[in-house]
Nanobody
């Protein structure tokens, strides 16, 4: 498994943007799936967005049209561009990278996790 380090969190006002980065210690190019999760105080961890090895992306309904997941293979980095931030986006954001590669993607993921980065959005 790779080591993951998130960065880019901070405190912003509603409507502003942040770009989160997740730097991996190794090659993540062919991972079956990579994703961003978040956990607000008192809430369960929520899947925010995923990027699959076939290039398909998914987003939770609450962030569709505002967040964009992407990767830079040359830098082994996963990103989450967050625009039009809302107070309800306040949470600790975690990245996860599946260690499995095709053709094993039908199996349950074997995720590496980062330690998270805090995002605070105030009105």
């Amino acid at each position: 498994q790779v080591q993951l380090v998130e960065s880019g969190g901070g405190s912003v006002q509603s409507g502003e943007s942040l770009k989160l980065s997740c730097a991996a210690s190794g090659n993540i190019t062919n991972s079956c799936r990579m994703g961003w999760y978040r956990q607000a105080p008192g809430a369960d961890r929520e899947l925010v967005s995923t990027l699959r090895s076939d290039g398909k992306t998914t987003y939770v309904d609450s962030v569709k049209g505002r967040f964009t997941i992407s990767q830079d293979n040359t830098r082994n980095t996963l990103y989450l561009q967050m625009d039009s931030l809302k107070t309800e986006d306040t949470a600790v954001y975690y990245c996860a990278v599946d260690s499995l590669h095709p053709p094993l993607c039908a199996l349950p993921p074997d995720n590496s996790w980062g330690r998270g980065t805090q995002v605070t959005v105030s009105s």
